[in-house]
T-cell receptor
Framework: EAGVTQSPTHLIKTRGQQATLRCSPI?????VYWYQQALGLGLQFLLW???????NRGNFPPRFSGRQFPNYSSELNVNALELEDSALYLC??????????????FGPGTRLTVT | DQQVKQNSPSLSVQEGRISILNCDYT??????FLWYKKYPAEGPTFLIS?????DKNEDGRFTVFLNKSAKHLSLHIVPSQPGDSAVYFCAASAVYNQGGKLIFGQGTELSVKP
């Protein structure tokens, strides 16, 4: 069974540009989560999507946004990039809440570098 | 406000011995706890989880213990193997309050020496 996939693996952007990161969940999973791991920091929750809707949002500015498509894949968009946005962005997926399992399975991540 | 804390940044253990990784939390709304293993530049790998209605969960060499009164959980790895060397994160979720949002600790780097 294929795991969570993310693209691209690496992304280099300059300050002020926009970045788009993509994620495909495990087959059968409807929830997608985005986390940021900046250098020296732990994993910080960014966004949670389920059934195409944003369900929860972490303490990040509005220039971090995303969406979930009908096939449950997801995009994370970061507008007006700042140097401190350089980080490993991780996507995770899980079964729908209430199906008895709350484990999240992570993809390999996208390394975003802002210069 | 660090709601999930792993106070030991690193731990070194001899191969074959027990590794004990600790995690403390402050939010009494947390009702589901997970442990992940992570290598540099890779995504975390799920290891084991426990619901707040239990105090122990076991899966092969991995056992997680939960002490709700102390707001403390631990991961035991027995026996430890060199391949277990990685950073271990504990994570917590308030499933009925905040759904799927995971709050992670800062991680403990485990080194298992042959």
């Amino acid at each position: 069974e294929a795991g969570v996939t993310q693209s691209p693996t690496h992304l280099i952007k300059t300050r002020g540009q926009q970045a788009t990161l993509r994620c495909s969940p495990i087959s059968g999973h409807t929830s997608v989560y985005w986390y940021q791991q900046a250098l020296g920091l732990g994993l910080q929750f960014l966004l949670w999507y389920d059934e195409g809707e944003e369900r929860n949002r972490g303490n990040f500015p509005p220039r971090f946004s995303g969406r979930q498509f009908p096939n449950y894949s997801s995009e994370l968009n970061v507008n007006a990039l700042e140097l401190e946005d350089s980080a490993l962005y991780l996507c995770a997926s899980s079964l729908r809440q209430g199906q008895g399992s709350y484990e999240q399975y992570f993809g390999p991540g996208t390394r975003l570098t802002v210069t | 406000d660090q709601q999930v804390k792993q106070n030991s940044p690193s731990l070194s253990v001899q191969e074959g011995r027990i590794s004990i990784l600790n995690c403390d939390y402050t939010n009494s709304m947390f009702d589901y706890f997970l442990w992940y293993k992570k290598y540099p530049a890779e995504g975390p790998t799920f290891l084991i989880s426990i619901s707040s209605i239990k105090d122990k969960n076991e899966d092969g060499r991995f056992t997680v213990f939960l002490n709700k009164s102390a707001k403390h959980l631990s991961l035991h790895i027995v026996p430890s193997q060199p391949g277990d060397s990685a950073v271990y994160f504990c994570a917590a979720s308030a499933v009925y309050n905040q759904g799927g949002k995971l709050i992670f600790g800062q991680g403990t780097e485990l080194s298992v020496k042959p």
